[in-house]
């Protein structure tokens, strides 16, 4: 009977069959509430997202305690990246600054907090539900730009994310994220609103929100690139 049922044929199920597998469901989630369970972790009931947390999990192994570039000398921690594993947002920043070298975690200093406005009031999204990482995992001393040889050693993990997730669109702040997926020594300027592509996932180059701590003029111009990107994922869903 279960290879029978699917949503198309739930409205003609005979009653007495729907109000039976009923009654197993609820006696089923009474044995689970009985044995502790007061949540199901989406790992437990989501096989793709099980599989995509289980490879980040791996490459974050890989990555360590890295030591192939100097940044490992000045970084007290690396920052690999956080968020949903099947999310269909990316966004891409440059490097981890002072609060995220503390604390181990992407976008959690002022740059953050506008970067969170971004997607909680801009997107209507939570930021738990989109992928955030930096081209480089590694704090570079002062915050100065990363070289590009720090790029190039740290490259590999960012397609490796990307390759994993694998999400409708990729959002690239600023003009280390946008240079190093676009291959390009082109302006943030010149590049910003159009859309181009990696790995064959659209990606929107737009401005770091930290120039907007220093140029709130740009906010719309960053607006106007974000709706763009909210355009493509309705688009997408039709
Ligand atoms: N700026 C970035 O590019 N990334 C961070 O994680 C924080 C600030």
């Not at 999310?87 to 959690?108: C, I, K, Q, W, Y």
């Not at 990307?162 to 997926?181: D, E, F, S």
């Not at 790995?199 to 140029?215: K, Q």
């Amino acid at each position: 009977m279960a290879s029978e049922m699917n949503c198309d044929n739930l409205g003609v199920m005979p009653r007495k069959v729907l109000d039976k597998l009923i009654e197993q469901a609820e006696g089923s989630l009474r044995l689970v509430e009985a044995l502790g369970v007061r949540e199901l972790s989406r790992e437990a009931v989501e096989p793709g997202y099980r599989r995509k947390s289980e490879l980040l999990r791996k490459l974050q192994e890989e990555i360590g305690d890295c030591q192939r570039c100097q940044l490992s000398q000045s970084r007290k921690l690396v920052v690999f990246g956080e968020g949903d594993p099947e999310s269909e947002v990316f966004l891409v920043g440059e490097a981890p600054g002072e609060s995220e070298d503390e604390t181990g975690r992407p976008f959690v200093g002022a740059a953050g907090r506008i970067l969170t406005d971004i997607i909680e009031r801009g997107m209507k999204l939570k930021r738990s539900r989109v992928f955030i990482a930096n081209v480089v995992k590694c704090r570079p001393p002062k915050n100065r730009d990363p070289e590009p040889s720090e790029v190039d050693a740290c490259r590999g993990f960012l397609e490796k994310q990307l390759k994993i997730v694998n999400p409708r669109v990729i959002i690239a702040l600023g003009k280390i994220a946008t240079q190093c997926l676009l291959k390009t020594t082109e302006s943030i300027t010149h590049l910003r609103g159009m859309w181009s592509e990696f790995l064959g996932i659209p990606v929107m180059p737009t401005y770091h929100p930290a120039y907007l701590l220093h140029n709130p003029s740009g906010k719309r111009e960053l607006w106007s690139d974000i709706k763009k990107v909210l355009a493509l994922l309705a688009e997408e869903r039709k």
